[in-house]
């Protein structure tokens, strides 16, 4: 049937035109954006005559012609909008069908090569009631049920008929649409409201709105990349939670601390924990868990419209992860991580432990200055700081603490070791390797150790060339040097790229990363040059361990030329990300009386409980402890 309609067509026009003149002329479409589509002129004659197509004016003063005339009976011609080589300017023409001087049919056209535009965008809240920091794209809600900041208002002038997209985005290194709306709108002023969930995360979404006008032309506000989008020209929503953090990375026992909370809740409770001694694991990349300090404290709360910021006495407390969690009446809750430092390094142990506090601030998505991105390099918006003492989103739990940093706290709980913690902002009070060498045998990096400055990796290198003893147990360490300047870092340069191969220090370095889409078991490759290590595990050459956690990779290290003389592999998953690219796990000794072991993957670490890396950790421990 679909093959004989044009027949059918040209049928009816010769039945119903019996003159020579008589022409069908069919434009389409009449709102017409070059730059969206061409346009299809369409015309038929009863019998073929000299004919050509022309553009005028509304007022009929010809332009020029689109198809010159030519003897012709029927004409299928898709136009691009031009004239000759110039683009014919938007506005309201006629095509007309010529011949010689005859206008035989003629048809309106609308060329819009212009997108709708929306002016004026602003963002408030429902009951307009700012939070500190809100202004006119930017502004805060609570959706918690309090009548207060429940909806954010987004509003905009349309400046002709379009179809308008509403997305809400959370982003990373790019947008997530998590909710939209279509409406087709007239020209005038509008708003879209946006009214999430209660449980949606605490962070900002960043307001991305297309337009999409009849002639086809799209526009969008609201950049894809966090490069394009260090200037807002759309609108930002923050979600406000229970925001709060400590502005140092760690604390003196017995001191006072500075607690920062932003929320809009009435009361709220504190209370402290030490992470590590809880018996339950982690389940959650918003949750911390951990053994209370202190009894809950209750207060009403009435910074409800801006920053506060509490003096928090601490105990007397160990050294240790710590963190207040803070529940407000609503349900919300916020966590607040510190660090207790020993208040004497070395005092009550000589194994220390280094918390990944770079690191984490690096993977810290926190948008503090309101445009929609994080504010941190892994935006990819060609920022290259990180502020040091922002609040973590997530409910202000560190980056990837749940898979590479709670477990080996717990291990050293439930294995009754009480070793120092310290983070990396008090790496940069020790003045030398000699003075770290009097307080401690051992330092550990139990987690993703990523950013470091000059200051740490000389103060590493030199306490290992001193003879002191080392211990990674996460992977991709030691791999940014960054500089520190008035709290903030700068990511400068790769240590290899300086002469520095990070291998020179633990023994192997990066090789590679699959965001954990490949994952195997160790496979054991020591167990006669290093029996200690395998002591009570059961384990002989070739077997496997960590097949009970479905492996071990996401990032791997490996060993290079630069790793130091008798470097041993320990144990390695072969080829985890292809041939060659092999995650090794490395221990070393110096004549200098260094002992030097790395873990080979980026969540070894994060497996601390599991019985058969338990053992491990516990040989690895007892010899690396010793001086
Ligand atoms: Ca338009
Ligand atoms: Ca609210
Ligand atoms: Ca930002």
């Known amino acids: 049937m679909r093959r004989l309609a044009p027949f059918a067509f040209v049928l009816a026009a010769l039945a119903v035109a019996p003159s020579a003149a008589a022409a069908e002329l069919t434009v389409a479409p009449r709102d017409f954006s070059p730059t969206a589509k061409r346009l299809r002129i369409q015309a038929s004659l009863t019998q073929v005559e000299h004919v050509g197509v022309q553009l005028t004016r509304a007022d009929g003063r010809v332009l020029g012609w689109i198809v010159p005339p030519e003897r012709r009976r029927f004409l299928d011609f898709r136009w691009n909008g031009r004239l000759g080589a110039r683009r014919v300017w938007d506005g309201s023409y006629r095509i007309r069908l010529v011949d010689g001087f005859r206008v035989l049919a003629t048809s309106p ?138 502005t140092a990375e760690s604390y003196a026992a017995s001191s006072a601390a500075r607690l920062a909370i ?14 590590g001694g809880e018996d339950t694991r982690t389940h959650s990349d918003t949750l911390m868990n951990g053994v209370p300090v202190d009894q809950p404290v209750t207060i009403p709360w009435k910074a409800r419209h801006r920053r506060a910021t509490l003096n928090r006495a601490l105990g007397p407390w160990p050294t240790g992860v710590y963190f207040v969690k803070i529940t407000a009446n609503d349900g919300r809750i916020g966590y607040a991580p510190f660090v207790i430092r020993p208040t004497t390094f070395g005092e009550r142990s000589r194994v220390a432990v280094v918390m990944p ?89 139990p987690g993703h150790t990523e950013y470091v400055t000059r200051h740490e990796y000389d103060l590493m290198r030199n306490y290992r060339d001193l003879g002191g003893n080392l211990m990674f147990l996460s992977a991709n360490n030691f791999f940014w ?91 390695e998953i072969p080829d985890l990300f292809g041939p060659g690219l092999t995650a090794q796990m490395t221990y070393y000794e110096t004549p200098q009386g260094a002992k030097v072991f790395a873990g080979g993957a980026i969540d070894f670490g994060g497996s601390a409980t599991v019985p058969t890396v338990s053992r491990i950790l516990s040989n690895l421990w007892a010899r690396l402890s010793a001086p």
């Open 109 to 246: 056209l609308r060329i819009d090569q212009t997108p709708a535009r929306l002016l004026n965008i602003n963002a408030r809240n429902r009951d307009r009631m700012p939070f500190q920091g809100d202004k006119k794209r930017f502004t805060t809600i609570s959706p918690n049920g309090d009548k207060l900041r429940e909806s954010a208002k987004i509003g905009f002038t349309l400046d002709e008929p379009a179809q308008v997209h509403f997305e809400v985005t959370r982003t990373l290194s790019s947008p997530t649409t998590i909710y939209e709306l279509w409406a087709n709108l007239k020209p005038g002023r509008h708003t879209f409201t946006w009214f999430p969930h209660w449980s949606i995360g605490a962070r900002t979404y960043l307001i991305r709105l297309s337009t999409l006008d009849r002639a086809g032309n799209r526009r969008t506000y609201g950049a894809d990349n966090a490069r394009a989008g260090r200037k807002l020209d759309s609108a930002v929503v923050r979600v406000l939670g229970v925001d709060a953090g400590f």
């Open 262 to 275: 932003e929320t809009d809740a009435t009361e709220l409770t504190l209370q402290t924990f030490r992470t």
């Open 357 to 445: 506090t770079n690191t984490w601030q690096a993977y810290n998505f926190r948008d503090s200055d309101g445009n929609g991105w994080g504010d941190t390099w892994y935006a990819k918006g060609a920022q290259s700081t990180v502020r040091l003492g922002r609040m973590f989103i997530r409910r202000g739990v560190p980056p990837q603490w749940r898979k590479y940093d709670v477990d080996f706290l717990r291990w050293l709980a439930q294995s009754g070791r009480q070793p120092d913690i310290v983070t990396e902002s008090d790496l940069e009070t020790i003045q030398t390797a000699e003075e770290l060498i009097q307080y401690y045998d051992l330092v550990v990096f």
């Open 481 to 571: 040097q960054v500089q520190l300047q008035d709290r903030t870092l700068r990511r400068t340069r790769l240590w290899r790229d300086v002469g520095r191969p990070e291998s020179s220090l633990l023994g192997v370095q990066y090789r590679g990363n699959d965001d954990g889409g490949k994952q195997q078991p160790y496979i054991v490759r020591s167990a006669s040059t290093a029996p200690w290590l395998w002591a009570g595990t059961g384990l002989g050459d070739g077997a496997t361990f960590g097949q009970e956690l479905g492996g071990y990779g996401i990032e791997i290290d490996q060993t290079t030329q630069f790793s130091p003389p008798g470097t041993t592999v320990l144990a």
